[in-house]
């Protein structure tokens, strides 16, 4: 019954819609052959003769009333459309056009087509929903004790939110953590520990494992039959103890390095136990999997000392050796921080190698990833780059495949350049990232303006093109060219994510709509009339006449503002102002 229902109204609609679509004049003419008929009976002629009579005898104080009126709703209509405009990011009126009337009228939506036909190579992400807004770990991290704090000592601001604190208290539990940590007392206060909001209390947490793991265990073992001797074991330390201690309680690199260092043996020797017990059932190989988080998080954290404390080419060689141990685990995004650490060595070939593995279809791209082959495509051509000479001569294949990269990377995070461009202060980056927003432009810029500054003329290239980028496109809000449409709910995550002394950039700006800019002028005409209207009704009634007269008269494009003002003179019977003797000689 249901179904048969449903095609019941299918049909109706659509034959509402065909005839809407095709018969609109014979509706029409048979609504105007309707009131003739029954204009006898309806009295359409008494009825015309009483309203214009009423007019006529209207006063001005029932046009102040009206145009008064008008100016309140229409101000009531403009607050409504601003506040849907704020939450929606669109406009009330334009979307019930679009959704609900434009298909009874028999309008087509193009978008669809158009979506579905453009050519890119990025059609896998169309998939993506525009809503979903994924916030990710941020590859490039400070140190909480070495770098957050410090910071916070010197300027007292905290670089970080609640917010992005506790996405990495749930990053810690979901990669340090497994069922079977209450078997082990290290483990269990460690997971207790995570979960803590109080960074003194996770601290003492992190020492009071690691005591634990100092007390020597005694156990007989029967030697002599007439004595006993008395072995000591060892119980293994507590690897994700010292993680929390490097990240937070260490207040320079070197000494998060070393507890690092530490953390490596320790971190070693369980992967290493439960990878050989890691079939054994599943319990042990959820132990092994949260075990290889711990050291792939420990061995990264290393390279990464290493890049901080200058020996660069040791840390390219730790995250190689990392990437091809682990090559499955591309969650932690490793390649970021390798491209980083060869960008600095000026290692160029190895980092288009790299790019040429990872800007691939199937992957999701980052800002990277984008802006670093913008900048190598843009490092063929920057030093001899000259405006004045591309506008002349136009531009080379090098140079149009530099600025199609550039837009690319500007289309995927148009943040970045205003960080790049030193168009807006830096600030520390957070430890999670919203791709596509202010946040991951932050994190890029941080890391490699540096980068881009070496490079001879690459900002130059940037300056000059990257705000072309939206000429081309056209709606970024709402179409994507080489991507997924832009998320609309990038910069309430960004709120969230960034500190509130920091000013979120929410470029691309939403641009008004039409009824939005339509309203506010409506509003604003009427009610200057309506104050007119009552200051000066006689003023404005004659100036209505005047312009009546000037619209209706066959001299229209003759028409001057003296001829305005002398009808007015006339009809008010003004005098002429008196002229001194100087003009009249």
Not at 277 to 300: C, F, M, P
Not at 385 to 398: I, K, N, Q, Y
Not at 459 to 466: D, F, G, K, S, Y
Request: net charge neutral; proline share 5%.
């Amino acid at each position: 019954m249901a179904e048969t229902g449903t095609g019941f109204l299918e049909q109706l609609k659509s034959c509402i819609v065909w005839s809407w679509t095709y018969l609109w004049t014979v509706w029409f003419f048979i609504v105007l052959f309707l009131v003739y008929i029954l204009r006898v009976p309806l009295k359409i002629n008494d009825n015309l003769s009483t309203v214009s009579m009423f007019l006529n005898t209207l006063t001005p104080k029932f046009y102040v009333a009206l145009t008064g009126t008008s100016s309140l709703i229409s101000g009531l209509i403009l607050i409504f459309e601003w506040w849907y405009f704020r939450k929606y990011g669109t406009s009330f009126i334009e979307q019930v056009s679009v959704s609900h009337l434009r298909p009874l009228l028999g309008g087509v939506d193009n978008n669809s087509s158009n979506n579905s036909n453009s050519s890119n190579g990025d059609s896998d992400s169309n998939r993506q929903s525009v809503s979903e807004c994924k916030v990710w770990r941020n590859p490039l991290n400070l140190f909480r004790g070495a770098e957050y704090n410090r910071y916070t000592w010197v300027t007292g601001r905290e670089p970080l939110t609640y917010y992005d604190m506790n996405l990495s208290a749930q990053d810690h539990q979901t990669f340090f953590t497994c069922d079977s940590d209450h078997l082990r007392p290290a483990d269990a206060i460690m997971q207790k520990a995570w979960r803590e909001r109080n960074p003194q209390a996770r601290i003492s947490a992190a020492h009071e494992a690691l005591e634990i793991n100092e007390i020597r265990s005694r156990v007989e073992v029967p030697l002599i039959a007439s004595s006993t001797i008395w072995e000591i074991k060892l119980l293994p330390k507590c690897a994700t103890a010292y993680i929390l201690l490097a990240e937070e309680e260490a207040t320079t690199i070197a000494e998060a390095e070393k507890l690092f260092k530490q953390a490596l043996k320790a971190g070693d020797g369980c992967y290493r136990r439960s990878q050989q017990l890691q079939h054994h059932g599943s319990q042990y190989e959820a132990q092994h999997r949260r075990d290889t988080n711990v050291l792939v998080y420990i061995k990264r954290r290393l390279a990464m000392c290493a890049r901080r404390l200058g020996r660069t080419r040791e840390a390219v060689k730790m995250m190689r050796d990392l990437m091809k141990e682990f090559p499955l685990l591309s969650m932690f995004n490793i390649h970021e921080n390798l491209l980083e650490a060869l960008l600095e060595l000026q290692a160029y070939a190895d980092v288009q190698a790299v790019l040429a593995k990872y800007d691939d279809i199937s992957l999701p791209k980052s800002a990277t990833i984008c802006y670093t082959a913008a900048l190598l495509k843009a490092r063929a051509v920057s030093d001899k780059f000259s405006p004045e000479a591309a506008s002349r001569r136009g531009l080379s294949t090098a140079e149009m495949n530099a600025v199609e990269a550039i837009h690319r990377a500007v289309e995927f995070n148009p943040h970045v350049p205003k960080y790049l461009l030193e168009m807006k202060s830096l600030i520390l980056p957070p430890e999670h990232i919203l791709k596509r927003g202010d946040s991951e432009a932050i994190a890029y810029a941080f890391f490699h303006l540096a980068h881009w500054k070496r490079v001879e003329g690459a900002l130059n290239l940037l300056h000059c093109t990257w705000e072309g980028t939206f000429r081309m496109i056209p709606y970024p809000l709402e179409k994507g060219h080489l991507f997924y449409p832009y998320p609309i709910c990038t910069e309430t995550a960004d709120r969230e994510l960034l500190p509130s002394f920091h000013e979120v950039s929410v470029y691309p700006k939403k641009e008004l709509p039409f009824f939005i800019l339509f309203t506010a002028g409506l509003c604003s005409f009427t009610a200057m009339l309506a104050l007119l209207t009552h200051q000066f009704p006689e003023l404005m009634g004659v100036f209505a006449k005047a312009m009546i007269d000037i619209f209706c008269s066959a001299e229209f494009r003759d028409w001057n503002c003296k001829s305005i003002f002398m009808r007015v003179e006339d009809e008010l019977e003004i005098p002429p102002a008196p002229q001194s003797q100087h003009f009249q000689n």
